[in-house]
C-alpha cells in the first residue's frame, strides 16, 4: 500500500560534535560578532499601553519566553523626550541588584557603589528615585528556532516587584528558570501608566525550551551590552577641554606705566 502524502515537515536530528567544548568556544566568538553593535532588537512600550516591534506593528500583549534577565540602573541628568532620546549619565548593569555598580564608561558617575548613591534613594526625586532601577528581559517568540533574533525589553520600575514574584512564582512552581514557562506580558488595567504585567501561560514545550536554553549565553551578553555613551561622553568633555586651554599670553606693560608714570 502506497504511503499517504504529508505535507508535515519532518525534523532534522541533531548530532552533537565530539569536541563539544571547541564547538561552543568557536559559537562564542560569532555571537560576539553579532552583538558587538545592537540595534533595532528593543520592544518599546508606548503611553497608549501597547508594544512597538521593531519591524513597527503594534500589540496590545505579548506572548515571549524570557531566556534570561538582568538588573540595570539608568540616572538621566536631563528629562525624557520622546523626540530626543539621549543616553544616561549614569548606568550599572548586573545580574544581582543588590551588587550593583556603576560602571566606568559613565559619562558622569554618580557614586561607585549603586547602593549608597544619592539617586539610588527614595525622595531623590519628589517620592521616587532620581535613578531608575529596572529590569531588562532577552526574549524569544513562542516559534522560536535557533535562528530566531532576541528582543530586549525595559521593565519599568513600577513593574519589578510584579516580574519578580513570577521568575519567584515560576522557580517554586517549576524549580527551573523563568524560561521553562510561556510567559504573558500585559499592561495592568488600574494604572494610569503603561505599567507591565507577568503571568504565566503554559509550560514552556521541550523543543522551545532547549532552543531558549542554547541561546542563554547569547542573551546574557546582550543584556550586560553596555548603552553607547559616547555622544553624552563628548559633550561633557568639551567644556573641561575648553577649560583646561591656556590664556593667551599677556605682554608685559612698559616700567614707567606699569609704575604708573607715562608714556
Same mark, same amino acid.
Given at each position: &500500500? *502506497?504511503?499517504?502524502?504529508?505535507?508535515?515537515?519532518?525534523?532534522?536530528?541533531?548530532?552533537?560534535?565530539?569536541?563539544?567544548?571547541?564547538?561552543?568556544?568557536? @559559537?562564542?566568538?560569532?555571537?560576539?560578532?553579532?552583538?558587538?553593535?545592537?540595534?533595532?532588537?528593543?520592544? &518599546?512600550?508606548?503611553?497608549?499601553?501597547?508594544?512597538?516591534?521593531?519591524?513597527?506593528?503594534?500589540?496590545?500583549?505579548?506572548?515571549?519566553?524570557?531566556?534570561?534577565?538582568?538588573? *540595570?540602573?539608568?540616572?538621566?541628568?536631563?528629562?525624557?523626550?520622546?523626540?530626543?532620546?539621549?543616553?544616561?549619565?549614569?548606568?550599572?548593569?548586573?545580574?544581582?541588584?543588590?551588587?550593583?555598580?556603576?560602571?566606568?564608561?559613565? %559619562?558622569?558617575?554618580?557614586?561607585?557603589?549603586?547602593?549608597?548613591?544619592?539617586?539610588?534613594?527614595?525622595?531623590?526625586?519628589?517620592?521616587?528615585?532620581?535613578?531608575?532601577?529596572?529590569?531588562?528581559?532577552?526574549?524569544?517568540? %513562542?516559534?522560536?528556532?535557533?535562528?530566531? %533574533?532576541?528582543?530586549?525589553?525595559?521593565?519599568?520600575?513600577?513593574?519589578? !516587584?510584579?516580574?519578580?514574584?513570577?521568575?519567584?512564582?515560576?522557580?517554586?512552581?517549576?524549580? &527551573?528558570?523563568?524560561?521553562?514557562?510561556?510567559?504573558?506580558?500585559?499592561?495592568?488595567?488600574?494604572?494610569?501608566?503603561?505599567?507591565?504585567?507577568?503571568?504565566?501561560?503554559?509550560?514552556? @514545550?521541550?523543543?522551545?525550551?532547549?532552543?531558549?536554553?542554547?541561546?542563554? @549565553?547569547?542573551?546574557?551578553?546582550?543584556?550586560?551590552?553596555?548603552?553607547?555613551?559616547?555622544?553624552?561622553?563628548?559633550?561633557?568633555?568639551?567644556?573641561?577641554?575648553?577649560?583646561?586651554?591656556?590664556?593667551? %599670553?599677556?605682554?608685559?606693560?612698559?616700567?614707567?606705566?606699569?609704575?604708573?608714570? !607715562?608714556?
Amino acid at each position: &500500500m *502506497a504511503k499517504a502524502q504529508t505535507t508535515a515537515i519532518a525534523k532534522a536530528k541533531v548530532n552533537l560534535p565530539v569536541d563539544v567544548n571547541a564547538a561552543m568556544a568557536a @559559537e562564542m566568538e560569532q555571537i560576539q560578532k553579532r552583538i558587538s553593535a545592537p540595534s533595532g532588537d528593543r520592544i &518599546m512600550v508606548t503611553q497608549g499601553k501597547t508594544f512597538k516591534l521593531p519591524n513597527g506593528s503594534e500589540l496590545d500583549e505579548l506572548e515571549a519566553i524570557v531566556v534570561d534577565f538582568c538588573a *540595570a540602573n539608568f540616572y538621566y541628568t536631563e528629562a525624557y523626550d520622546r523626540g530626543n532620546v539621549v543616553p544616561p549619565a549614569c548606568f550599572a548593569l548586573g545580574l544581582e541588584p543588590a551588587g550593583l555598580v556603576a560602571s566606568d564608561n559613565s %559619562p558622569d558617575k554618580q557614586c561607585a557603589s549603586c547602593a549608597a548613591c544619592w539617586a539610588n534613594q527614595f525622595g531623590s526625586s519628589g517620592k521616587g528615585k532620581a535613578c531608575q532601577n529596572t529590569r531588562l528581559l532577552a526574549l524569544l517568540t %513562542p516559534d522560536a528556532d535557533a535562528e530566531t %533574533p532576541l528582543y530586549l525589553l525595559k521593565v519599568s520600575p513600577t513593574a519589578i !516587584k510584579n516580574f519578580d514574584a513570577h521568575v519567584n512564582s515560576v522557580a517554586n512552581s517549576f524549580k &527551573m528558570p523563568v524560561r521553562a514557562v510561556v510567559t504573558q506580558i500585559s499592561f495592568s488595567q488600574e494604572s494610569e501608566y503603561a505599567t507591565l504585567r507577568f503571568k504565566t501561560l503554559r509550560p514552556t @514545550e521541550k523543543d522551545l525550551l532547549l532552543v531558549a536554553h542554547n541561546r542563554l @549565553e547569547e542573551a546574557r551578553k546582550r543584556l550586560l551590552t553596555e548603552p553607547d555613551v559616547s555622544a553624552l561622553k563628548a559633550a561633557n568633555d568639551a567644556p573641561k577641554a575648553k577649560a583646561k586651554a591656556k590664556p593667551a %599670553p599677556v605682554k608685559a606693560l612698559p616700567k614707567k606705566v606699569a609704575a604708573g608714570g !607715562k608714556r
